[in-house]
Structures are given as C-alpha cells and as structure tokens.
C-alpha cells in the first residue's frame, strides 16, 4: 500500500513497496494519497502524484505528473521531485519545474521520462531497498495566478448583467421583468440599437415588450450579450439560434451553429437541417446534409423526413448518389 508522509511544509515522502511486483501494464497508473500545498496568506490547494511504473508514451521509463485535485482558478506551484535512496538521501533528482501554472482541475505536468526502469533495476539494493521505490516531492507552496485582464472584465460584465445599478431599459417577457442596459444591448445587436435610436417608442419609454420567445431564451440571450457566454447550451440551443439570428448577433448565431454542427443525431439531424435553411447557415446546413446522407438507411423511414422541403429531399438524393458512385 502507497503512502504520503509530511517530511515538513510542501515536502512529502510517497513510498510504493513491491515496486516491481505491482499488478500493472504499459500504460496504468497509479495515484498517491492526496497532499496539500500552501503557499502565501493561507493558500491551500490539494494534488496528488500520478506514476506509470511500466510507462505510457516510452516503455523503458516511468512517468510522473502532478495533479491538481482543487478548482484552482490558476495557480502556479514550483517543485521538484526526486527518488530517495537507501540511507534516505536524494539519489536521483529528476524534475526540477519553476513557476508551473495550472489552468484547471485535472491539468497535470510532470515527466515523461522520470527514470528509465533498466537503472531501477540495475541499483535496486540502493534505489529501492527492501522493494520500495521513495519519491520525494518538494515545493515552493502555491500561488494564487493574477486572473487575466479580459476574464475580469467578461466576469465584471456578466455580474452587471444581474445588477440593476445604471440600468436604463426594461424588457418585458411574459411574466418576467429583466432590467438592463442601452449602451450594451445597442452595442452587441443591431436590432436593439436601432429600438433605441430614432425615437423609436421602446427608447423614449425605456420598455421593450418581447413576446416571441420563452424567459428562459431571454434570459440565456441576454447572459451572452454581457458575457459572450451561455451556460447548458444544451438545453434549447435550437431557440437561442433562432433569436440569435433575429437579434443580430453573430457571434452567437455560431457559437449555437457549431454546437448543432458538432452534436448532430439520428433525433435532431432532420430538424437542424431544416433550421439552418430556413437561416441561411451553410455550416450546419452541410454538415446536417452530410450526416443524414451518411446515414441515409436510418432516415428514410422516419416521419419528420414529410416536412422536409422538396429541395433538400433533392439535395439529399443527390448526395446519396453521389456517395454510393464513390
């Protein structure tokens, strides 16, 4: 059984007996116990070791990589890491990394080549007495990363979005009020824009009635206006494209087209294509076509194929035909 012992702060000792009798193959790992660091004004964050004991990429050596176990928000951490020997003493320092920033949960960095297996094998009374290999790790602590300039700014932006200081607009839907602001909504939809200019009636009572999509939609459209991101874009990711392209607003318009694009299914292939015609998008509208034509056998017993204009039925036929010529 593997452990992890504190030697003292951000130094710890991971000891992995029958080393070479372990139950493993190219390509396994195995995981030490988890270990905090803590660096500066109290920060802590929790890692572990991973280690291939019979490689991955390269057979003839072992792998090692540090592993986030925290949402870290970026941080970076300096470390080394090295195999103890039999009087306890630093045998082989291996890795030595300065100022290391780790993006997000489960982004490790270490070595491929930690030690090449023939020298474990050759000095193993020295390097693992008793069958144990000892990996010493040993770090700096961790520091918190200054977040970058532009994500402060969306992740200021989207907080506004769900404040009413300075609002100057109220759109109404449904049952829902949503408090907001002229100078953004103007500024990322042309539509909007042109309803505050011009004396339009929505600019001089400050009130925009829209009835035409569901709260939710709204809402999610007006997330992305702040922030330039929609969260479960899964969820109705075919209405946010179709107010999307009613608002203007390209940016979204393709961010909804390529998810469609990248997620197409049996279910939904016959409806995204229908969508992205009757919208003018040529991405999803090929990429739909390509896939039903691919699966050709599995759509055309499929009753939504009746509201499929006779164009694409022709474009579809085509393709097949195409397809089988090859």
Not at 29 to 48: A, R, Y
Not at 134 to 162: I, R
């Amino acid at each position: 059984m593997s452990v992890v012992g504190t030697i003292c702060q951000n130094s710890f000792q991971w000891k992995i007996p029958n080393f070479f009798d372990l139950n493993v193959n190219r390509g396994d790992c195995i995981k030490s116990p988890q270990f905090t660091l803590i660096g500066k004004e109290g920060i802590q964050k929790m890692f572990h070791l991973d280690l291939y004991p019979k490689g991955d990429e390269d057979a003839d050596w072992v792998e090692i990589y540090l592993i986030p176990d925290d949402s870290l928000n970026s941080c970076t951490v300096s470390y080394k890491m090295g195999i103890l020997g039999k009087e306890e003493n630093l045998i082989i320092q291996i890795i030595q990394l300065k100022d290391y920033t780790f993006l997000e949960q489960n982004d490790g960095w270490g070595s491929r080549k930690f030690v090449k297996i023939q020298k474990l094998k050759s000095q193993h009374d020295i390097v693992l007495p008793n069958g144990t290999l000892t990996v010493l790790f040993e770090s700096e602590g961790v520091q918190d990363k200054p977040k970058d300039p532009t994500m402060s700014l969306v992740d200021d932006l989207e907080k506004l979005s769900t404040n009413d200081d300075f609002t100057d607009i109220e759109i109404h839907c449904k049952d829902i009020k949503i408090k907001s602001h002229k100078a953004i909504l103007g500024s990322r939809s042309s539509v909007f824009k042109a309803m505050f200019t011009n004396q339009c009636k929505e600019s001089q009572t400050g009130c925009v009635k829209i009835d035409n999509m569901e709260p939710k939609v709204l809402k999610d459209l007006i997330s992305f206006i702040y922030s330039g991101k929609v969260k479960k874009l899964e969820e109705n990711v075919a209405d946010l494209f179709i107010v999307a392209d009613m608002y203007m607003i390209e940016s979204l318009t393709d961010v909804c087209g390529t998810y469609m694009m990248n997620n197409l299914t049996n279910e939904n292939a016959i409806s995204y294509l229908i969508l992205a015609d009757s919208h003018n998008c040529k991405m999803l509208k090929e990429a739909a076509m390509d896939y039903i034509v691919q699966n050709i056998a599995d759509f055309m017993e499929k009753p939504e194929m009746k509201k499929v204009s006779h164009e694409l039925v022709m474009d579809i036929m085509k393709g097949v035909v195409k397809q089988n010529n090859k």
